[in-house]
């Protein structure tokens, strides 16, 4: 399987509200297998598979990630950030962190990366709850003047972490949620396509889950599918403070993530239990009391009711600029949803 997208999406900041630049990789990738594609007002970009075909199902993974967004350049050039979903402010103290300022120009939408560093004081050291508030960005800039020539209110901000490959099979980056899963729904349709599945497929990669949850509401409105698998990360327990009691024992390299929740439907988690036996892949399984927490839950309550499955990439340090998954993981779950969608074929 090639990694290259992935890799692609990960050094792409998308944080929520601004996922533009990985819908057009999306967009550039679904070309491989649609037969048409669109996106929408909430910003999702979707690469349907046999569009006039029966049988609909529909591929969720979010492209916005977690960030911040610049509120204010103060006079001395330092910005002011509040958060963009569930950061943790205090993993960003002295981290480097980048600004993606954009512009339209006579040339066209200009797009600039600009570098700062989340500024560290023996005041925001000493503090038992850091704020997204509390943190100041340094870009280097003598003055407001100087900054306001390189960045705005309103900017997004994010961590300047780069994918790193790991020992045994991990990869580290910030993003992956829920980057791995937007490179699972659209490497699970591309293989199902090699299968000449004559269902439809709608791929969905989706906007403001993080946030809002608008991406998948809109999707899946529009879409009215019959069913809808979700792909996002889920908290693996073997690492420092992993609790296998909570939630379930879950671990990087023991395979894709079924959710055992009333969010999910039971006949669906069989069914992709019985593709699971047909490829021998290993499966594990988290639980929720109530909500998910993902774009299942929104997609259940659209229409009049939409079955889910929620199928999960284990992932240590979430919402953390070093998050870390196995691309074992991430490969057996493209391999077994394309193989769920094969088997779904036939099912009227």
Not at 29 to 56: C, I, M, W
Not at 64 to 92: C, H, K, N, W
Not at 105 to 120: D, P, Q
Not at 283 to 288: F, G, N
């Amino acid at each position: 399987m090639d990694f290259e997208l992935l890799y692609q999406l990960l050094v792409t900041p998308t944080v929520s509200g601004c996922e533009e630049a990985g819908q057009a990789l999306a967009l550039k990738y679904g070309k491989r297998f649609a037969h048409r594609q669109f996106t929408d007002a909430a910003g999702n970009a979707v690469s349907t598979l046999n569009p006039e075909g029966e049988n609909g199902i529909l591929l969720v993974g979010h492209m916005d990630e977690i960030g911040f967004r610049v509120t204010q350049i103060r006079d001395d050039g330092m910005l002011r950030l509040q958060s963009a979903g569930g950061v943790r402010p205090r993993l960003y103290v002295g981290s480097p962190m980048q600004v993606i300022h954009e512009e339209y120009t006579s040339g066209g939408l200009k797009t600039t990366v600009v570098r700062g560093v989340a500024a560290v004081t023996d005041e925001l050291l000493k503090k038992e709850s850091v704020s997204d508030s509390d943190l100041v960005l340094d870009i280097g800039a003598a003055d407001k003047k100087e900054a306001e020539e390189a960045v705005a209110v309103g900017d997004p901000v994010c961590a300047d972490t780069a994918p790193r490959e790991m020992m045994s099979s991990r990869l580290s980056s910030r993003a992956l949620d829920d980057k791995a899963g937007a490179f699972v729904v659209l490497e699970a349709a591309r293989l199902a396509a090699e299968m000449k599945v004559s269902g439809r497929v709608d791929v969905c990669t989706a906007t403001g889950e993080e946030t809002t949850g608008r991406g998948a509401f809109f999707a899946a409105s529009a879409v009215r599918p019959r069913l809808a698998v979700i792909v996002d990360v889920t908290w693996a327990s073997d690492c420092p403070g992993g609790d296998a009691g909570r939630t379930g024992d879950v671990r990087l390299g023991g395979g894709p993530v079924l959710c055992r929740s009333g969010m999910v439907s039971r006949e669906l988690n069989r069914r992709m239990e019985e593709a699971a036996k047909a490829l021998d892949i290993p499966l594990q399984y988290e639980v929720a009391g109530g909500r998910t927490y993902t774009d299942g839950d929104t997609v259940l309550r659209s229409c009049a009711g939409i079955p889910v499955v929620l199928v999960s990439v284990p992932l240590r340090y979430m919402h953390s600029p070093v998050e870390m998954c196995d691309v074992r993981d991430v490969e057996n779950c493209a391999r077994l949803i394309a193989e769920f969608i094969r088997r779904e074929d036939g099912r009227r």
